[in-house]
Nanobody, 126 residues
Framework: QVQLVESGGGLVQTGGSLRLSCAASGRTFSNYGMGWFRQAPGEEREFVAAIAWTGGPTFYADSVKGRFTISRDNAKNTVYLQMNSLKPEDTAVYSC???????????????????WGQGTHVTVSS
């Protein structure tokens, strides 16, 4: 089992920045690829960014490419999502997820991720 706890969400104005953190506990964090997904009210969950267990490569949704950066610190069992130039359409609950070693499927798909956090709210005001 892997437990994931997100933090860092909040209210920010358009153009502002936030850094989300996802702290992992349980099994060896460094073995897991990690992803961030978001879900806006009334919308389906969508992929935001992912990072391989090695720390690279990284993957991004087109909507956040160039604005968001995913990184991980395996010594701290933490994955981060730096979000810059935020837009109102970025408003959502952001959740981190861990995919088991050897899981099949692309990093932008929900299915390979076995463990999920509860999420943290991000609201971008216009």
């Amino acid at each position: 089992q892997v437990q994931l706890v997100e933090s860092g969400g909040g209210l920010v104005q358009t153009g502002g920045s936030l850094r989300l953190s996802c702290a992992a506990s349980g099994r060896t964090f460094s073995n897991y690829g990690m992803g961030w997904f978001r879900q806006a009210p009334g919308e389906e969950r969508e992929f935001v960014a992912a990072i391989a267990w090695t720390g690279g490569p990284t993957f991004y949704a087109d909507s956040v490419k160039g604005r968001f950066t995913i990184s991980r610190d395996n010594a701290k069992n933490t994955v981060y999502l730096q979000m810059n130039s935020l837009k109102p359409e970025d408003t959502a609950v952001y959740s981190c997820a861990a995919r088991s070693p050897g899981a099949l499927g692309s990093y932008d798909s929900v299915r390979p991720y076995a463990y999920w956090g509860q999420g943290t709210h991000v609201t971008v005001s216009s």
